[in-house]
């Protein structure tokens, strides 16, 4: 939507100084996002200069990649289809119950998982990741940088989204014990529809 993501306006409150904000932005926004999209895409460099045939490993990550981005696409328009709904009803003065009344999606992929949508991106990488193996038969190789950087800078931002989300939604802690970060899984429990 071009919007600026909603952390960041708690970023800046948080740093509270314009000129240490400018210069977080130069050094994480302006620099290492730049320098980490180089990482990630590092792998598929490799394979590029690579003369070795397409292999197992190829269409493995290949098929791999192609259900992450199904599963991602899926997850962001279920998430953008809620937020869509719920404020809409907020706008129409409609009762908000259910996932509606707490304010955040647990139904769909966001049952098994917290972060759809961030495990699936995460995987992606990962996928590319194994087109480096493919064309270097290495396991372990100077491209998997770009990839293990990613993952904690996931994890970062996660643990941000999730600590606004408690703030901002009571329920969200009981959704947090019954429902994996990450990783799909059965949920362990059923979410209240409302605080005790």
């Known amino acids: 939507s071009g919007e600026e993501d909603y952390r960041w306006p708690i970023i800046r409150k948080k740093i509270n100084n314009r000129y240490l904000f400018q210069i977080f932005n ?18 598929a460099y490799l394979a590029l200069r690579s003369h070795a045939p397409l292999n197992w490993i190829d269409a493995r990550a290949t098929g791999l990649f192609l259900g992450f981005l199904i599963l991602e696409t899926v997850a962001d ?21 259910g996932d509606y009344g707490r304010g955040f999606l647990t139904s ?14 995460q995987s992606i990488w990962c996928c590319v990741y194994l087109f480096s193996v493919a064309a270097t038969g290495e396991w372990v190789n100077w491209t998997m940088t770009g990839v293990v950087c990613l993952i904690a800078l996931f994890q970062g931002s996660c643990d941000l989204t999730e600590r606004l989300s408690a703030e901002k939604y009571p329920l969200y802690l009981e959704y ?21």
């Open 26 to 43: 130069f050094v994480f926004i302006a620099w290492m996002q730049h320098a980490l999209l180089m990482m990630i895409t590092a792998p």
């Open 77 to 97: 328009q279920q998430q953008w289809n809620f937020q869509e709904e719920k404020y809409a009803r907020r706008r129409e003065k409609r009762p908000l119950t």
């Open 108 to 121: 769909g992929l966001f049952r098994y998982s917290r972060h759809p949508n961030f495990f699936s991106e």
């Open 176 to 196: 947090k014990k019954t429902t994996s970060r990450f990783l799909p899984l059965p949920p362990s429990g059923e979410v209240p529809s409302k605080a005790n």
